[in-house]
């Protein structure tokens, strides 16, 4: 069972549907953080590489895929965050990410001789990486909507990859065979649209897969492509399918935790292993996957057994001969989508939607190690006014408050049940209002983290994204005033220092509009820009709360005002930027932006941030396509495009200097950035409640006392060998106290 990340929703039952991109499909190696998580290169040389950087930061989204190295060492793990970390299995380690993927990852498996890696994209592509190096070998346009599932044959000679195609295309082929050493298409399967799951035999020469929402597996001839055998048992629905190690049994699992078993040879039903679906607290299961609850199998080498993961949480070994279960896994927070055997059976791995990799052991159960998530995406971040402190709001609920001119641990603002839609400083710099999707606005003592105040938005409806909820909020220029948005369709402006709702701005119901998105005060505080879901940009009198002027901005995602007042800048959906005339609501200039998107084509480059720079001559464009576009305001001109983000930019703001521009993804990242260079200056990242870590393209870091224990290097000797330093041993020549604070004041 494959997942999404973003919004927790699962594309094939389209049940769910998410979001994200990433830019330029290489590994950051030796470049900034995620470079200081990546798996390090070898040199022509003779010698052992250069030691990298590596934070145990794990997945900032689900774990969708998991395979271990046919040595039994590593460990891969494909993630919703777009990227494949790899993990040693023994000590817990992570030693690396590879990155390149656009969107989701689905799947991952290692080649026989452990030598390569081929992974799945819901971007389409179908990846292969040099295992030690850590580079991209060849990226192929596998399946348009989605590769979700890969496995190399016996010998390693053929990758086989299935995923979903393009209902209007002619051409329907959900299977694919492809030659490993030069990427080249070897056949095709007959007309399939969709296949979530797929195994090779044990000989090379069948190939088992689910036909997507019906209740058969289907047997097809390697060689030819075509269908030998169709198995139809008592199923709803097959999620995914397994083939024994000895070649004798066909697994089919489905959802409420029922898997059946056939005779690979007859394709007789020969069992059914079935148990009770465990409850989940708040019904989550429900929430996650609706109706059509999901499985995950994976037979153990010794064909004598079989894992499975669900949506219950729960992991559960079975007994392939009697088809008894023998034992259930619980450590899980959320369903379980991915499972593997270590290649001598004795340690079982899962992964789950909570963002963790759980090793048990498989005699006892007895869970011997969690690959924790340390940090989470960044939705929304804020600098004070004085550029002291930066603020981030997650997809946790968390507000975490960063005094730059200290190596404090930072301050955890826990008070938000959902994402962080909005953050915003007083103009003082002494109060952080925060808004979540659970529609509260909190406000807080930026000194103490003590909470000042709470405002009720509207109801908390649940998580569904249809549900009403705050989108955004805004502090007037004189910081008496909040502006709060939802898609309840009404502003709200706030008394900042009462709490108390002053009036509520609600738009004529005949002009259809939708949701408001986001707001922004003119900078003398008189006027309130507003997009709308239906494309509307409305502009108000925040005295009267009448309407100013009502214009058409199809596809506006993002506004800003100018920092004179005179112009607005809306992003669209389609990565294009317009700049209208605040008075007047006159289209200026219209221009292409973020158009070079090639993640999912289910989503667009949506431009969700913007802000200009102190003195108005240049401003920012964050977008879905991982980057962030430097603009000049007087002409439009593209100045330059800053890449390094691995995922969705969320928000984006200057520094009260000029500077340094900031900005946060979904990637877990913040980053800071020269207006005067492509390439960022660090990476920000928050790890657990409280601890941080500062590093550098070259790797040199500042980091809190909790965060250093969660870094350590990483080296790959000649022959392809991972090699774990202690962070203790090159420290001294890597480590710089204070080094956040010099970068914000424009140093370098």
Known sequence: MKTRNNKKLFPFALLLLMSFAACASRLVSDRHLNAAQAAPRTDSSNQSTEPKLVIQSGHVNTVNGIAFSPDGRLIATAGGDRTIKLWDAATGAQLGSL?????????????????????GSYDGSLKLWDTARGNEIRSLDAH???????????????????GAEDTRSDELHAIKLWDSASGQLLRSVDRESEVRSVAFSPDGKLIVSDSYGSSSLVIWDASSGKKTRVLKGNLAEVDAVAVSPDGKLIAGGSGAQRIELYDAVTGSLLRTLEAPMQEVKGGQCEAEF???TSLVIAFSPDSRSIISGACDHTTTLWDAVTGKRKISLRGHSGAVVSVAFSPDGKTIASGSLDQTVKLWDSGSGKELRSLAAHLSEVHTVALSPDGRLIARGGADGKVKLWDTATRNPLLSLAGHVYRINGLAFTPNGRILASGGADNKILLWNV??????RRMEAGPIHGASESAPRLTSLAFSPDGKLIASAGNSYRITIWNATSGREIRSLMANP????????????????????????????????????KQLLSVEAS???????????KEIVTGNGDGTIKLWEAATGKELRSFAGHTEWEGSSFLGPDIFSIAFSPEGKTFVTASRDGTLKLW??????????LSGHKSEVRSVAFSTNGKVIVSGSLDGTIKLWSPNNDEPLASLITLDLTD????????????????EKLMHFVATSPEGQFKIIPLAELRSRQYEAGLLQRLLKGGV
């Open 99 to 119: 990155e390149g993927h656009k969107d989701a990852v689905f799947a991952a498996a290692f080649s026989p001789d452990g030598k390569a890696i081929a992974s």
């Open 144 to 162: 348009a909507n989605g590769v979700y599932a890969v496995a190399f044959s016996v010998d390693g000679k053929m990758i086989v990859s299935a």
């Open 290 to 292: 609706g109706t059509a």
């Open 447 to 452: 000194a103490t983290g003590r909470l000042l």
């Open 510 to 545: 005949s002009s259809g509009t939708l949701s408001v998105e986001k707001v922004a005060f003119s900078p003398d505080g008189k006027v309130l820009a507003a997009i709308y879901q239906n494309s509307n940009l409305i502009v108000w009198s925040v005295a009267s709360a």
């Open 555 to 565: 596809g506006v995602t993002s506004l800003a005002f100018s920092p004179n007042g």
């Open 632 to 641: 000049e305001s007087a002409s439009g001109n593209l100045l330059r495009t």
């Open 692 to 707: 941080w870590v500062v590093v550098t393209p070259d790797n040199h870091f500042d980091a809190s006392p909790g965060a």
